[in-house]
C-alpha cells in the first residue's frame, strides 16, 4: 500500500506588498492528472481546447485521454515506461501528455525544432521506448532518419487532417497533400486512431506523487550539457497550484481563455498556458508556431485574457506595422518571462490593452515557476518579483557557495521549495552540484533589496572577465537598449589578447533607424563604466538569432564569432 503524500507546509515567508496571495494553506500533492479531472468535473461542457476553429469540450479530451491511455497500456506502457512527445502546440499534445501520466508512464518532451544528432542524443539518454508524432513530412522525415540509428518500439502517428475544422479539413487534404508523409503500414506504426480504438476504461495505476517521476524535461541545466531533469507529479502539481495562487484574485475559473503561443514542449508554455490552463478551467487557444499577422488575428478574434509570453513576442505586437487594426482589449493578465522585458515595451502593451504584465523568473529544474511580480501589489523594474508560495529563496556567495548575503549582495541564487526537481537523470554527480546545501543552485547571478524583490544580474557563465574586472552583459544591454533606434541587442564576452576577454555588442536597428558607433558610444558615455563600454560593436540588418521559444540567444552569436576565428580588437 503506498504511503499517504505528505502535505507541504509553507516556509516562513517575508512580508509581501499583494495581501491577496494565499501564502498561508498547505499543497497536497497529487498526480498531475488531477489538473485535468478536476476541471472535467466542474466544468464538462466548457470549450476545453481551441486548435485553428477546432473546439473540444472538456468532457471529449477527458474521454480521448481514457482512450489513448488504455491505448498506451495496451502497447505495454506500464510505470515509468518513457514516451516521447515529438509535437508542436496542437491538440495531441494535451491528449498525450495526460494519457502517459494517466497509463503511469513519464512524458519525455522532445523538440521538434532541434538538429537530429541532438534528438537522437536525447532520445538515447532518456531511454524512449514510444515517441508521437504528427503525419506532416516535415515532423516524420525528421524522426524516421533518427530512428535509423535510435530505434523505438512505436511511433504513435497523429494525423493533422483529423484535428481540422471544417472546411479546413477538406482543403488540408486536397491543397496539402504533398505535405502529408508516408507512413509504413506495420506493427511499429501506430495510427493515433487505432491506439484510442477501446472502451476507454484504463487499469488504475497507483501514483506517489512525491517519488514517482512525471517528466523528463530537457535543459542545459545550471552547468551547459543537455540533461533530463527528472520533475514529480508532486513537483509539477505543487507548482501548477502555486502559480494558479498568485493569480487567484485577478482570473475567474471556468471563465478564462489562454493564449497558448509559447510551444507546450517547453516547460514555460506546458506550466503557464497548459497545466495552469487546466487548473483554472481555461479554454486554452493553441497556435501551432509563433506568426504574428496569426498572433493579432487571434487575439482580435478569439478574444484571450491570459496570454504568457516572452519578451520578444510581446515587442514583436508593439512594433507591428498593422497594430492599430487589431483589439487587444480583451487581455487581462500578461506573464513575461525568459529574459529581460524592455520598460517601454512594457509601459506600451499596458497601455493599449489596459492589462497587466508581471515578469517572473523560472528554470527546467524547478517545474519551473519560482518567482513573479505581484499582480496586485508593487511592480518594481527590472526585477523577477518576490518567491512564490511555499518557496525560499537566497543568495549565496559566489566564493564558497554557502554563505548567505544581504540586501543588495551579489550572488548566486539558490532556490528550495516542492517545486525543486528530484535530479538529473542518471548524472549523480551533477545532481550532486545542483542540489549542494539541500537547495537548487541555479548559475543566476542576483541580489534581492530591502523589501524582499529579487533581481537577476547576469548568469554566471556568462559574467565578461575583462582585465580582471566581473562585466554583466544584462546591464550593458539594458544601457544600450535605452537608445530609441535599438531593436534587439546582445552583449558577450569574446577572447581578448590583452585583457582576457573583452565586451561586445551585437545590434539590430529598428525600421527605418541610424546608428553608428561612435554616436552609441557617446549616448552610452554616462551610463557605463569605462570597462564596461563595448570595445567591439556590429550592427546586423537582420533580426539576432533566438532560441526556440524567442529568447535572444547569447549562445548562437558566440559560437559564430568562434567559427569566423575572431578574436577581438582592443580599441
Avoid at 109 to 117: D, F, I, Q, S, Y
Avoid at 154 to 183: G, N, S, W, Y
Amino acid at each position: 500500500m503506498a504511503m499517504r503524500a505528505r502535505v507541504v507546509e509553507p516556509e516562513p515567508a517575508l512580508p509581501r506588498p499583494d495581501p491577496e496571495v494565499d501564502l498561508v494553506s498547505a499543497i497536497e500533492p497529487r498526480p498531475v492528472t488531477t489538473l485535468l479531472h478536476a476541471s472535467v468535473a466542474r466544468f464538462p461542457d466548457r470549450p476545453c481546447l481551441d486548435f485553428l476553429g477546432r473546439r473540444y469540450r472538456y468532457r471529449d479530451v477527458a474521454d480521448l485521454v481514457a482512450h489513448a491511455a488504455k491505448g498506451l497500456h495496451g502497447l505495454g506502457v506500464t510505470k515509468g515506461t518513457r514516451v516521447g512527445l515529438f509535437l508542436p502546440n496542437c491538440p495531441y499534445f494535451v491528449i498525450l501528455y495526460y494519457a502517459v501520466l494517466e497509463a503511469g508512464g513519464i512524458v519525455v518532451n522532445v523538440n521538434p525544432l532541434l538538429a537530429e544528432r541532438e534528438i537522437e542524443q536525447q532520445l538515447a539518454d532518456s531511454a524512449v521506448e514510444i515517441i508521437a508524432t504528427l503525419d506532416l513530412a516535415a515532423l516524420y522525415g525528421k524522426l524516421a532518419r533518427v530512428l535509423e540509428h535510435r530505434p523505438v518500439r512505436h511511433v504513435l502517428v497523429c494525423r493533422m487532417r483529423d484535428i481540422l475544422p471544417m472546411p479546413t479539413r477538406q482543403l488540408f487534404a486536397v491543397m496539402r497533400r504533398k505535405e502529408v508523409a508516408h507512413i509504413p503500414a506495420d506493427e511499429r506504426h501506430v495510427p493515433f486512431q487505432r491506439l484510442i480504438d477501446n472502451d476507454g476504461r484504463p487499469p488504475k495505476v497507483s501514483i506517489d506523487p512525491t517519488r514517482d517521476i512525471a517528466l523528463l524535461q530537457y535543459t542545459g541545466g545550471t552547468t551547459g550539457t543537455p540533461k533530463g531533469a527528472e520533475l514529480t507529479h508532486a513537483n509539477l502539481y505543487v507548482n501548477t497550484v502555486q502559480t494558479g495562487r498568485w493569480f487567484q484574485h485577478r482570473i475567474t475559473p471556468g471563465q478564462e481563455r489562454i493564449l497558448g503561443v509559447l510551444p507546450l514542449f517547453h516547460v514555460f508554455g506546458m506550466a503557464t498556458v497548459m497545466n495552469v490552463g487546466l487548473l483554472i478551467g481555461a479554454e486554452i487557444v493553441l497556435l501551432p508556431r509563433f506568426e504574428i499577422g496569426q498572433l493579432m488575428q487571434v487575439i482580435h478574434k478569439k478574444r484571450p485574457t491570459i496570454f504568457p509570453a516572452v519578451p520578444t513576442m510581446f515587442t514583436a505586437i508593439m512594433r507591428y506595422d498593422q497594430l492599430e487594426r487589431y483589439d487587444l482589449s480583451s487581455i487581462n493578465v500578461c506573464v513575461s518571462g525568459g529574459a529581460p522585458l524592455p520598460a517601454e515595451v512594457k509601459e506600451s502593451f499596458e497601455r493599449i490593452t489596459g492589462c497587466v504584465i508581471v515578469e517572473g523568473y523560472g528554470l527546467t529544474e524547478a517545474s519551473p515557476v519560482v518567482c513573479i511580480n505581484p499582480v496586485g501589489g508593487v511592480h518594481k523594474t527590472g526585477s523577477i518579483g518576490l518567491p512564490l508560495p511555499l518557496t525560499e529563496v537566497e543568495i549565496v556567495s559566489l566564493a564558497d557557495g554557502r554563505t548567505l548575503l544581504g540586501p543588495g549582495e551579489r550572488g548566486e541564487l539558490c532556490v528550495k521549495g516542492p517545486q525543486v526537481m528530484r535530479g538529473y537523470a542518471g548524472r549523480p554527480e551533477e545532481t550532486r552540484q545542483a542540489l549542494a546545501g539541500g537547495h537548487l543552485h541555479t548559475g543566476d547571478v542576483a541580489y534581492r533589496d530591502a523589501d524582499g524583490y529579487v533581481f537577476i544580474v547576469d548568469r554566471i557563465k556568462d559574467v565578461i572577465l575583462a582585465g580582471g574586472f566581473n562585466v554583466y552583459p544584462r546591464n550593458v544591454e539594458e544601457a544600450i537598449y535605452l537608445h530609441p533606434a535599438v531593436e534587439e541587442c546582445i552583449v558577450a564576452g569574446v577572447p581578448d589578447p590583452y585583457r582576457g576577454q573583452t565586451v561586445k555588442a551585437w545590434i539590430k536597428l529598428a525600421p527605418g533607424q541610424q546608428l553608428d558607433e561612435k554616436s552609441l558610444r557617446a549616448f552610452l558615455e554616462d551610463k557605463l563604466s569605462h570597462i564596461e563600454m563595448p570595445r567591439q560593436i556590429e550592427f546586423r540588418d537582420t533580426p539576432l538569432p533566438k532560441t526556440l521559444i524567442g529568447k535572444l540567444s547569447r549562445k548562437d552569436l558566440l559560437a559564430e564569432h568562434q567559427a569566423r576565428g575572431a578574436t577581438g580588437e582592443p580599441s
